[in-house]
Structure formats: C-alpha cells, structure tokens
T-cell receptor
C-alpha cells in the first residue's frame, strides 16, 4: 500500500527543545517538501528537496533544518530558534526527476504544540 | 508571499446545491491545481488545469481558468455532506522546481 506517512500525529515541545518530525514515502518519488499551516493562512513552504543529499530553503526556513540522506525519508527538525512553532506541519512528495508542475501527494500531518 | 487567494473564505450550502469557489493569482503561471483538505488531515489533489486550457471536468468537479483575469473557479455540482472540507488553489512558481504557492482556502460546509 503506497503512500506518505508522518509521525507523530501530535508532538509537544518544551522551551529550548529541538524536536524532529518524521516523513516517509514509499512512492519512489524524488522530490519532497515540508509545509507549515497556520489557521487562515494556507500552506507555506519551509524546505524542499529535489533529490537525495540535496535540499533548498523555502519561504520560511528560519528556525528549521532538514536532511535527505535517503530517498524515502525527509525529516524536519524544529529548532529552539523557531520562536512560534505551534502549527500543523505537512509533508508532501512528487515524482520530481526534473519534471515541473506536478501533483503533490501529502501526508496526514503532524500537529506541534508548545508546552 | 502567497500567490493565490480564494474567495469566499467560507461557504455554507444545502446538500444538492452547487458550490462555486474562486481563486485569484498575481503572476503568470504554467498551471493551476485545486486541492481538498478535510479538517486536520493532509491535502488531496483534485484537478490540474494548464495555462492553455480554459475548462476541465472531473466527475462532479468543473474548473475554469481565465489567464487574462488571473483567476480560476472550482464548481462542485450536486454537493454532498461528504464534500465538506477546505479547498485550496495552488499555482506553480516557474522556478524550475515543482514548488507551489497555495492560497488561503475556502471552507465549504454542506448541510445535509
């Protein structure tokens, strides 16, 4: 059963703590993305990766970091430098391979809350 | 900054009625996509329309694109309670990477 998964569903962060959100896909997609969604603001792009071992900053990368060591995995770390991390985080993937204007496939999301 | 804006922000209709949502964008595009999001869930792709297309159908969905007005509309015919969700338009960024600008969404409520 192919798809894209995110874990955990809910995550709590304490002050000064780094937390990592998991995103895994078995769709054999090259490209992966992280978005942040706040109420009434739609989705904003945090980071994206077009291929393994490569990633680029999106519109709101400050306070976040990513890695892309495996094709299937694109974890997002919310660092202590991100002062307002409470949001719904969505991971997505697309075929990539130099193609543009593609459909993106989304995971179920992780809701991050600050204690 | 976000490219697309949906209108209205919220829409409430009776089951069986048609629902129309609009999206406006600012710069030239190669294509425009519509996605659906159930509350607290991920987005699901509905339909993609290319800049050289004016209308596209998929089941009960009809999408139009007017590049001269930089706008698109999504029509859901014969709505059902299960259509209750938020609907987002997304435009490409023309950067060579498949990055999308998402609008702020229209929250549709279909009353049984």
């Amino acid at each position: 059963d192919g798809g894209i998964t995110q874990s955990p569903k809910y995550l709590f962060r304490k002050e000064g703590q780094n937390v990592t959100l998991s995103c895994e896909q078995n769709l054999n997609h090259d490209a992966m993305y992280w978005y942040r969604q706040d109420p009434g603001q739609g989705l904003r792009l945090i980071y994206y990766s077009q291929i393994v071992n490569d990633f680029q900053k999106g519109d709101i990368a400050e306070g976040y970091s990513v890695s892309r060591e495996k094709k299937e995995s694109f974890p997002l770390t919310v660092t202590s430098a991100q002062k307002n991390p409470t949001a719904f985080y969505l991971c997505a993937s697309s075929i990539g391979q130099g193609r543009v204007q593609e459909t993106q496939y989304f995971g179920p999301g992780t809701r991050l809350l600050v204690l | 900054s976000q490219q697309g804006e949906e209108d209205p922000q919220a829409l409430s209709i009776q089951e069986g009625e048609n629902a129309t949502m609009n999206c406006s964008y600012k710069t030239s595009i190669n294509n425009l996509q519509w996605y659906r999001q159930n509350s607290g869930r991920g987005l699901v792709h509905l339909i993609l329309i290319r800049s050289n297309e004016r209308e596209k159908h998929s089941g009960r969905l009809r999408v139009t694109l007017d590049t001269s007005k930089k706008s698109s509309s999504l029509l859901i015919t014969a709505s059902r309670a299960a259509d209750t969700a938020s609907y987002f338009c997304a435009t490409d960024r023309r950067t060579g990477a498949n990055n999308l600008f998402f609008g702020t969404g229209t929250r549709l409520t279909v009353i049984p």
